[in-house]
């Protein structure tokens, strides 16, 4: 078949399986934090957020591939599919996403700090990145972080429509169109003058980086001699994206450079996730899969959840308490050591006690959505991994 024409094999392999990917998150969810609880400066939160895109993007889309396969095997039918997949998506996203907000919501008395309006009715449907880029149009305090997921949730609304009921040779060129749309939206806003947290928010380019995941997906599964290979190609990458990333003069650019600086960031990030998947028995990935780090990544979702919504824990107790003078260094790098311990303590109890239960349950939930189609086949529904 030819380049736009991607048929999934049939031992394509499912994404929970790739070595390192964990690993990614658990990195780009520290990225995020010590940009938001240590000032950490340059592109350290945008890199943890794209790399979050771009794993998304290579799994879910992958994912949707394989199940248009089956629609066109007639092995199921779309209906059956696209209720399978928001099922999927609805038991491993909604749980800890509105339980963090209804106790958001109950303590928002706390938080009165980071303005009169805290967005709830914009959280609720997803629609946080439209709320802090065009109705505040600026900070929002910890609520900041939530428009990351709104950009995602909006995509797995739109995602099965794409990939569910479009013939497989099209999906490579519906991946390569939302890059390039979302990369001339993105040029757009700078050259009109968008601020930086409309942009950021906002900016079409966030779509970009999930269908340049799936792009690279459908690539791996069918031309995998395509795949960057060899500790020197990792090599290059990781020294280029750092010399992007951690130049002052690059982060401070003309505006007019901007837009082409992101590119060059997202191609190398993008670059980056293909060779760890391409080079699963490498020593670089094999560090990825560090246990501690690898759990880092399987808890990453409620870690990013919670991190910015815990407080400095010592900045005013040692003052207080201890009747000690600390300079702020130390109150900001201690307070926020201890900040992680307890976001990742709280993030492996959600993990452990409340989102893996009911994520055991979704097979029965399918089951039970399915029953409601109209005509529709008795059917088991396949195991998948976890993402």
Not at 163 to 169: M, Y
């Amino acid at each position: 078949m030819s380049l736009l024409g991607f048929a999934p094999p049939p031992n394509a392999e499912k994404s929970g399986s790739i070595l390192g990917f964990n690993g990614l998150r658990g990195l780009s969810v520290v990225l995020v934090y010590l940009n938001h609880k240590c000032g950490l400066q340059f592109y350290s939160g945008s890199v943890g957020v794209w790399i979050f895109f771009i794993l998304s993007g290579f799994l879910i889309i992958g994912e949707l591939n394989r199940q248009r396969r089956k629609v066109e095997t007639a092995a199921s039918r779309p209906a059956a599919e696209i209720v399978t997949f928001w099922v999927k998506r609805a038991t491993r996203i909604f749980p800890a996403y509105y339980a963090l907000l209804a106790i958001l919501f109950l303590t928002r008395g706390y938080f009165q700090h980071a303005g009169p309006d805290l967005g709830f009715r914009y959280h609720v449907v997803y629609l946080s990145n439209y709320w802090i880029g065009s109705v505040i149009g600026g900070t929002a305090g910890p609520f900041g972080v939530l428009w990351t997921l709104s950009v995602e949730q909006q995509f797995y609304v739109i995602a099965p429509f794409l990939f569910i009921l479009l013939p497989l040779e099209r999906h490579f060129v519906t991946c390569m169109c939302v890059v390039a749309l979302g990369l001339v939206g993105h040029f757009l806003m700078y050259s009109s003058g968008f601020n930086h947290t409309a942009i950021h928010t906002l900016s079409p380019w966030n779509f970009s980086l999930i269908a340049f995941g799936g792009a690279i997906t459908i690539l791996h599964l069918h031309r995998q001699g395509w795949a960057p290979n060899g500790n020197g190609t990792f090599a290059c990458l990781l020294i280029v994206a750092f010399a992007l990333c951690s130049n002052g003069e690059i982060y401070d650019a003309p505006s007019y450079l901007s837009p082409v600086i992101d590119a060059a960031i997202g191609l190398c990030l993008v670059a980056l996730v293909w060779w760890v998947r391409a080079n699963q028995e490498s020593v670089v990935v094999q560090a990825l899969e560090w246990k501690p780090l690898e759990h880092l990544g399987k808890i990453s979702y409620g870690f990013y959840l919670v991190h910015n919504f815990i407080p400095n824990p010592l900045g005013k107790a040692l003052t207080l308490y201890g009747g000690m003078s600390v300079p702020n260094s130390v109150k900001i790098s201690a307070g926020a050591a201890v900040g992680f311990v307890i976001s990742y303590a709280v993030a492996h109890a959600s993990w452990k006690y409340f989102e893996s239960p009911i994520l055991r349950s979704r097979r029965g939930l399918t089951k039970f959505f399915l029953q409601y189609l109209p005509d529709s086949p008795s059917q088991d529904v396949p195991r998948t991994e976890l993402k």
